[in-house]
Structure formats: structure tokens, C-alpha cells
Nanobody, 115 residues
Framework: QVQLVESGGGSVQPGGSLRLSCVAT????????LGWYRQATGKERELVATFTSGGSTVYADSVKGRFTISRDNGLNTVELQMNSLKPEDTAVYYC?????????WGQGIQVTVSS
């Protein structure tokens, strides 16, 4: 069973940047959906940014223009560059891989934006 391992989280001041990385333990292919979700305390998990199985990218309105998702199928990775971070970006961020009807999730990584 494929596993996803996230890294790169931490604490940053408002306006700062972080880069999250997710590595899959097995080969990933461009037809797989691959992206990032987040869950803030007391809230439901929500989409941040993802590559769809059709090859397009989707961003949440709240992060457009600030976050950039990228992937490298050869290295089995997906990354999320987060700029101009705001306190409301504070959440646990999860990597998700979609292989047909099956979703695989990473363990989650904390991102805290606070002054």
C-alpha cells in the first residue's frame, strides 16, 4: 500500500513563506490525482490545491495567487509553495493521492502562522 510522507511544515510569521513536500513510497503517474488539503481546528478538511486525474490544477479561492502546487512524477513528489501566509492558513496540511476510486492520505503536518 502506498504511503505518503509530508515534510516542511512549521511556524512562520504573517507574510512569510513555507514549502511543503510530500513523497510517495511507490511510483506515481500523471493520471493520478495528487494534491494538498488542510484542516483547521474545529473545521472540516478542505481542498487547498490539487492536480486532477485529467491533468488540470485546482486551487481554493483563498490561496489563489499565494500558493503554487508542483509535482515531479519521476521523484514521486508533490510540493506546495506557500507565500504571503496569513493566520487563517494555520492548519494541519495533508497530502492526498487518488488512484482510481481509492484515496491515500499522508499523516498530516502542522503549519502555524502567527506573530
Amino acid at each position: 500500500q502506498v504511503q505518503l510522507v509530508e515534510s516542511g511544515g512549521g511556524s512562520v510569521q504573517p507574510g512569510g513563506s513555507l514549502r511543503l513536500s510530500c513523497v510517495a513510497t511507490e511510483s506515481i503517474f500523471s493520471i493520478y490525482a495528487l494534491g494538498w488539503y488542510r484542516q483547521a481546528t474545529g473545521k472540516e478538511r478542505e481542498l487547498v490545491a490539487t492536480f486532477t486525474s485529467g491533468g488540470s490544477t485546482v486551487y481554493a479561492d483563498s490561496v489563489k495567487g499565494r500558493f503554487t502546487i508542483s509535482r515531479d512524477n519521476g521523484l514521486n513528489t508533490v510540493e506546495l509553495q506557500m507565500n504571503s501566509l496569513k493566520p487563517e492558513d494555520t492548519a494541519v496540511y495533508y497530502c492526498k493521492l487518488g488512484v482510481g476510486p481509492t484515496d491515500y492520505w499522508g499523516q498530516g503536518i502542522q503549519v502555524t502562522v502567527s506573530s
